[in-house]
């Protein structure tokens, strides 16, 4: 071991003993805690102030050494205690003139003393102030010996004088270019500090804007808005329907209040707040005591200092927000301005927030009527012989959009199975109403006539214009017929139009997939004396027909051929899937989160000497 040192460091280097090295460095040093605490003093401070550690560790400065009494003179601790403010709100050093301060003496006297300090702060890693070093050169003797030299050469010959003067103008004209320099760092700082605090202000602001959940916005709170003020900590309390407030904050399980509740008549700043008050509280430990967060959470959080503003927009209460800070602070005129900007910021956002969350709310209860309407119409589809009917229905991933998407299966005094498929245009709970009363139209009006497709839309259509209906949607209609002959051959015949909807889709056994695209005729609701179409398709045994709505194949930025070919491509793939599973696959490759509403039905016709194939289960998403 080396004297003074400690140890081997990096490269052969002896690690210092950084405490030993303060306690013999020659000048005095003192260091102290950011409210004037006495930490640590060194061997040449304990000397220059005729002190011991055991007297003044753990105590104020200014308890240790006061001012002296009966001196009006005497503006050094006024001029000590200013700049080591400064140091510590402004984490930047600070150099002071020459200063007289007085030492109290063991005899309870005073010791005439002039001394040239300089402070400096003493950083923690995140650029917070955690330690003050004050530094202060006793200079009493060189001030005395300047004060004998003048009063020597008053008495002297004339330039002796002239030096006099000269010596005084100079020491006038530097202590005003210190504090022109002085001046000037207080503007530049003053400036930067402005400059940060916009520039917190402007990031808090474009965070917020981005908000869209009450979760969201906390978030931001927390993380943000504390940051552009400095604070230790962030409360927020908002008001309930019933007045009370409810309470949020960053300090998570380290709060007594952490998701509480206060009565509006709380004496808790916070609440005082959300009243309209404006609670400023520099330094706990000087004032009377004005709870913030309650006592627990104050104590638990070490604060000693805070800040309650109200949160209002357009005139209405819509709760506070509070600061917390662990050491104490100045509220001047422009950390009030950013306290209240902060707030402001905060009281719009949470108002936009809420009346998103309100208006999601409300599409959320439409939705769920429109969709419990829609599922009370999408029933079981029947299983006739031979034949396997399987429909799905998955609604729209966003919650407003509700559509008119519906799906019909049933069977015709014939013998022959109708199958529907439609969407009525718009995206709300009318859609959903014309859905229901155009479906039970439909079925009406084909069992009573017993008639072709197109023969049924075009009564179906001519309905709709003799009541008044302004509804406009479109539909395939179709059925599944077997002829005598065709019976023996094992085959069928689909038979349908098309008012204005996405072809069918044919899955033929040993043949390409395809579209069964004829012309289309009008949508409903358009023109209702205009003739409509029939077309017909031999379906041979293994055979399967899918109808579809828009919300299966339309994408945004793609046309609806390009949807129409996945569409084909998917189902060759995918045809030799039992029909159940040919249906969940369509679905989850071709619209995994739809963005519109998903109506499909499937049907497959088996050979007639087969068994049907199990009921399927019931309707809806898969």
């Not at 899918?546 to 995918?574: F, I, N, P, S, W």
Request: with cysteine.
């Amino acid at each position: 071991m080396v004297d003074g040192v400690v140890g081997g460091g990096t490269g052969g280097l002896p690690e210092v003993d950084f405490a030993k090295v303060f306690d013999e460095a020659p000048a005095p040093f003192l260091l102290l805690t950011p409210d004037f605490v006495i930490v640590h003093a060194n061997r040449a401070r304990l000397e220059a102030t005729a002190t011991t550690l055991e007297d003044t560790v753990g105590r104020n400065l200014f308890d240790v050494f006061p001012a002296a009494p009966d001196d009006p003179a005497a503006e050094g601790i006024r001029m000590l205690r200013e700049s080591l403010e400064r140091v510590r709100d402004t984490g930047r050093p600070d150099l002071m003139p020459v200063t007289k301060y007085d030492i109290p003496m063991p005899d309870g006297g005073y010791v005439e003393r002039y001394w040239s300090p300089r402070n400096v702060p003493v950083l923690d890693e995140r650029g917070r102030v955690v330690l003050l070093l004050h530094r202060s050169d006793d200079i009493t003797e060189y001030v005395r010996d300047r004060d004998e030299a003048r009063l020597e050469a008053a008495r002297g010959s004339r330039w002796r004088e002239r030096v006099t003067q000269v010596e005084s103008d100079l020491f006038a004209r530097t202590r005003e270019l210190e504090s022109a320099n002085a001046r000037l760092r207080e503007v530049g700082e003053q400036q930067r500090r402005t400059a940060r605090r916009l520039a917190g202000l402007a990031a808090l602001a474009s965070e917020l804007a981005a908000t869209e959940t009450s979760a969201d916005l906390l978030e931001v709170l927390f993380r943000r808005a504390g940051a552009t003020v400095g604070a230790t900590a962030v409360l927020v309390g908002t008001v309930r329907d019933d007045d009370r407030l409810e309470l949020a904050d960053s300090l998570g399980e380290r709060s007594a209040l952490h998701g509480g509740l206060l009565p509006a008549d709380s004496p808790l700043a916070v609440a005082a707040a959300a009243r309209g008050a404006r609670v400023l509280v520099p330094d706990a430990s000087r004032a009377a005591p004005v709870p913030a967060v309650g006592a627990e959470a104050v104590r638990t959080a070490g604060l000693r200092a805070w800040a309650a503003l109200p949160l209002r927009a357009a005139g209405r209460p819509l709760g506070a927000v509070a600061f917390g800070w662990a050491q104490p602070q100045v509220f001047g005129a422009e950390e009030t301005e950013l306290l209240e900007a902060v707030a402001a910021q905060c009281a719009q956002a949470l108002e936009r927030v809420r009346r998103l969350e309100a208006e999601r709310q409300r599409a959320s209860a439409t939705r769920t009527l429109a969709e419990t309407l829609q599922r009370s119409l999408l029933t079981d589809p029947p299983q006739p012989d031979h034949l396997h009917v399987v429909a799905r229905y998955v609604p729209a991933a966003q919650e407003a959009h509700v559509g008119g998407d519906w799906y019909d299966a049933f069977p015709s005094r014939d013998g022959a199975t109708h199958l529907v498929i439609g969407d009525v245009t718009g995206h709300d709970r009318f859609a959903a109403a014309a859905m229901g009363q155009l479906r039970n139209t439909l079925r009406g009006i084909a069992h009573a006539l017993g008639r072709s497709p197109a023969e049924v839309l075009t009564a179906l259509d001519e309905a709709l214009a003799d009541l008044g209906s302004t509804t406009l949607a479109t539909a395939v209609l179709a059925r599944v017929e077997q002829a005598p002959e065709e019976s023996a051959a094992g085959l069928r015949t689909l038979r349908w139009s098309n008012a204005g909807h996405p072809p069918p889709l044919l899955l033929q056994p040993g043949a390409p997939a395809r579209l069964l695209s004829r012309p289309e005729d009008l949508m409903l609701g358009l023109l209702p004396h205009v003739p409509r179409s029939d077309h017909a398709e031999a379906l041979h045994p293994g055979a399967t027909v899918v109808l579809y709505t828009d919300g299966l194949v339309e994408r945004r930025g793609e046309t609806l051929d390009e949807g129409l070919r996945r569409l084909v491509e998917a189902g060759a793939r995918l045809a030799e899937l039992p029909l159940p599973g040919l249906c969940d696959a369509l679905i989850a490759e071709l619209a995994p989160s739809a963005e519109d509403d998903v109506a499909l039905l499937a049907v497959r016709a088996h050979p007639q000497d087969r068994p049907r194939p199990p009921e399927a289960g019931p309707a809806g998403n898969p």
